[in-house]
């Protein structure tokens, strides 16, 4: 039993190397699936996080000034919405990461 255990645990990784994301180049356009391959042999959300913030497909920080060119034309309140709602927008890891970005770019000088 040990030994079958053993075998199904080294063969997970194999078996999901798959990750599959939703994606949106407009708002108009239709939703695409982009398939990638895992490699290694840590868990399943071990390789896949570190795969999407390579490829930009997951954000866990967002700069300030690509969101003062968003709020230039929405609320913050309607941007956080918005970001968890559609494909084409930057996925955040959390509305924190937004948040942060407010922060900051309201500390710069040329925030205005």
Known sequence: MASADGAVTARLPETFMWLLVPVQSSPEAAVEW?????????ALAARASPK???DELLVTGFAATRLRLRLDRV??????????????LPRLKKPAALLQ???D?????SWS
């Not at 982009?34 to 840590?42: C, N, V």
């Not at 609320?75 to 084409?88: G, S």
């Not at 770019?105 to 000088?109: A, E, F, K, P, R």
């Open 75 to 88: 609320a913050i309140k309607q941007l956080v919405e918005d970001f968890a709602r559609y494909l084409y």
């Open 34 to 42: 982009q398939a990638s391959r895992l490699t290694g042999q840590e």
């Open 52 to 54: 999407l913030r390579n």
């Open 101 to 103: 970005a407010v922060r």
């Open 105 to 109: 770019g309201s500390g710069l000088l």
